[in-house]
């Protein structure tokens, strides 16, 4: 079967690999950067979280 390949067709392929590297090392940064925001939002939810829980701890309930 590879015998029958021409030099054109070891192109295409060499091409079509080339290409297949390229779009899954760009997916994978694309979604590596996506966790990353993922997690930093979760970062400042939680810091969020624990300043409103400090904040209710050390204000008084109801004013006088």
């Known amino acids: 079967m590879f015998d ?3 030099m054109t067709t070891w192109l295409i392929l060499l091409v ?3 290409a297949v590297v ?3 090392l760009f997916l994978k940064r694309k979604i590596q950067h ?7 939002r979760h970062a400042h939810k939680r810091l969020m979280k624990k300043q409103e829980k400090q904040d209710e701890t050390t ?3 109801s004013p006088s």
Not at 34 to 40: M, W
């Open 34 to 40: 996506k966790l990353e925001e993922v997690e930093a």
């Open 22 to 24: 390229i779009v899954v």
């Open 4 to 6: 029958e390949w021409t």
């Open 16 to 18: 079509d690999i080339v």
């Open 59 to 61: 204000s008084p309930d």
